[in-house]
């Protein structure tokens, strides 16, 4: 067997590890296995690479690439390992945009490198495309770390004409592909770059908080396609395998997220939501309808004599780092004869599976988290539903207001349960701006406070009880 088929047996192997990988990770309870698998498949693909390629001398500055590997894996080391959970998406859009870079940066040299050997037409096509994705990807996910990690505002930001600037500035990124293809032009090349930069910043500017999460999964599916032009760029089959999962899992994960708040990928894309707060923050409403607020020592006496409580956990409870302590809550209903189970919203977090990880760090059992049809299936019975750090995903009027901007959209329906416990800071609306009804249900008390003190002064209660 010569060494190129056994390379290329090698890389086969590392494709089917991806694949795996991708399976694994469909599952919350088979994540952590999944991601070791793809780091083992991208470990031995790496290493294959260098055998392939040093013994024939054909790949040179050898310590440079092993340098640039150093230093990368100095920053996403620690980066990895310490990162806070709520953070998590803006690290996922940074390392996405750090690929999309790398493939455009590629497909630069690479049109650098060919054009004066005449390649076929189909050729250029591929690396100007590299460059145009990668480029969007790149500066499209800068723009949603920014807004992620609220070194600019998270609402969409909007200005006159903005669909048809977008517009013009695609269509004449096409023209230059087509002028490059004809032309061969290096100084096109650059404008091109350029045009890609402004149009991945202008893409991302009326995406609002909410949606930036389906964003960063429609970028990532570009990074994927950008990659697979560079593989087919470099006549490498495992760029193009890797990069075309990459691609159709963003794509498809994309689509799964659109459908679980109840709007299409055109809606999220240029609808600008979120960009008007119709809250008031108001406890009072102009029908006369009050919240009923309550102490954490009320909502322990009241969880106390439930024989069913569901939890229903949000951002807030991320954000507040709470995971650990309403684990212990849940413990402590479990040892007085309460069932505990958690309801789980597509969406809830910033990305999907979000929650589920953020709980399986406090080591909740994987069999009590319940997907929202599931639970919405079991919330009649249930005497409290524990809202902690959820807003828009259990706001009634998704269901019952047409003229609400989240009319549709599939919630969690806590308000079938006997009680409802709102653990909120405060009244500040969530993501989308407008009020939740649930807040003024008579049925509800609110708890206002950080979600982490709160949960521990109802552990208190309970223990005391």
Not at 30 to 49: D, E, K, S
Not at 135 to 140: K, L, N, P, R, W
Not at 156 to 185: D, E, F, K, R
Not at 412 to 433: Q, T, Y
Request: overall charge neutral; aromatic content about 8%.
């Amino acid at each position: 067997m010569s060494r190129d088929t056994l390379i290329d047996l090698i890389y086969l192997f590392s494709a089917t590890t991806f694949i795996v990988a991708l399976k694994g990770l469909g599952s919350p309870k088979h994540a952590r296995r999944g991601n070791m698998v793809a780091a083992f498949g991208m470990l031995v693909a790496v290493v294959a690479t260098f055998f392939k390629y040093v013994d024939g001398h054909s790949l040179h500055h050898v310590w440079l690439i092993l340098l640039a590997m150093f230093i990368g894996v100095i920053i996403a080391v620690p980066t990895a390992r310490f990162v806070k959970m709520t953070a998590m998406p803006q690290l996922v859009a940074i390392f996405n945009g750090v690929g999309g870079g790398a493939a455009a940066l590629v497909s630069i040299t690479e049109f650098i490198h060919i054009k004066s050997s005449h390649p076929a037409t189909y050729v250029i096509l591929e690396v100007l495309l590299g460059v145009l994705i990668g480029t969007v990807s790149f500066a499209g996910s800068a723009i949603a770390f920014a807004k992620l990690q609220e070194l600019m505002t998270g609402r969409p930001v909007t200005y006159p004409g903005q669909q048809l600037i977008n517009g013009v500035v695609g269509l004449a990124a096409v023209v230059l592909i087509v002028t490059i293809l004809v032309t061969a032009s290096t100084s096109l090349l650059w404008i091109l770059l350029a045009l890609a930069f402004v149009l991945g910043v202008i893409f991302v500017l009326p995406i609002g908080g909410a949606d930036v999460p389906v964003l960063i999964s429609l970028l990532n599916a570009f990074t994927g396609l950008a990659v697979a032009a560079s593989g087919f760029t470099l006549g490498s089959n495992l760029l193009i395998v890797a990069g075309t999962l990459v691609g159709a899992s963003g794509i498809l994960l994309t689509r799964l997220m659109s459908k679980a708040m109840g709007r299409s990928l055109s809606n999220v894309l240029f609808s600008a939501f979120g960009s008007v707060v119709t809250a008031s923050g108001a406890t009072t409403r102009d029908d006369g309808r009050s919240v009923r607020s309550g102490t954490a020592e009320d909502a322990a006496i009241l969880l106390g004599f439930s024989s069913r409580v569901v939890i229903i956990p949000g951002y807030g409870l991320a954000v507040a780092q709470g995971q650990h302590v309403l684990r212990e809550l849940a413990d402590l209903l479990e040892s007085k004869g309460i069932e505990v189970f958690y309801a789980i919203h597509p969406v809830a977090g910033r990305m999907p599976g979000h929650m589920n990880v953020l709980l399986a760090e406090a080591n909740v059992p994987y069999e009590q988290l319940l997907e929202m049809d599931e639970a919405n299936s079991e919330l009649a019975t249930a005497d409290v539903a524990l809202v902690v750090g959820a807003n828009d995903t259990v706001n009634p009027a998704a269901l019952d207001d047409p003229s609400s901007p989240i009319y549709g959209m599939p919630i969690i329906k806590a308000d079938l349960a006997e009680n409802v416990l709102f653990l909120k800071r405060s009244m500040r609306p969530g993501f989308a701006g407008i009020e939740n009804d649930l807040l003024y249900n008579p049925k509800t008390t609110l708890v206002f406070g950080d979600a982490k003190d709160t949960l521990t002064k109802m552990v208190a209660a309970v223990k005391a009880n």
